[in-house]
């Protein structure tokens, strides 16, 4: 969070939740305090997501992303797993005959993967980095 802050001395992160937590995944959601570009304090909940990716890899693979949900474009990534479950999208056979606990599990791995895979990064990377490949 260092990283985002504009002034990183002036930070707090308050009201921490831990909303969904296995071997694989962590969503966190929290109060994030801070300078804004202009000087004035502000306050946004965001949305926190730490991730082992071994989805279509040999070697696995951490990846994290921050969501903004006070921005109104943005939606928590267990919105999306939460339609994806109930509407059966993007379920493989072998993800059907999971238990439901399984299934719901499945379907937020699989929600926050497609996040960080298009918005977020490595962990302790800043950029993309073809060398990666």
Not at 59 to 64: A, D, T, V, Y
Not at 75 to 86: C, E, F, I, T, W
């Amino acid at each position: 969070m260092k990283e985002l802050a504009k002034d990183p001395s002036s930070f707090v992160i308050s009201d921490v939740k831990t909303l969904f937590s296995n071997d694989s995944i962590c969503i966190l959601h929290f109060r994030f305090l801070g300078k804004n570009g202009f000087g004035a304090m502000q306050t946004s909940l965001c949305e926190y997501i730490y991730l082992v990716d071994d989805f279509n890899t040999e070697e696995e693979k951490r990846l994290e992303a921050v969501i903004n949900l006070d921005n109104k474009e943005n939606k928590s990534v267990l919105d999306d797993a939460h339609r994806y479950y109930n509407e059966k999208l993007f379920e493989p056979p072998r993800v059907s005959a999971m238990s439901d606990e399984d299934r719901k599990a499945w379907n937020i791995y699989f929600a926050a993967w497609m996040y960080v895979s298009n918005k977020g990064r490595y962990v302790g990377k800043d950029k993309y980095d073809i060398n990666d490949w």
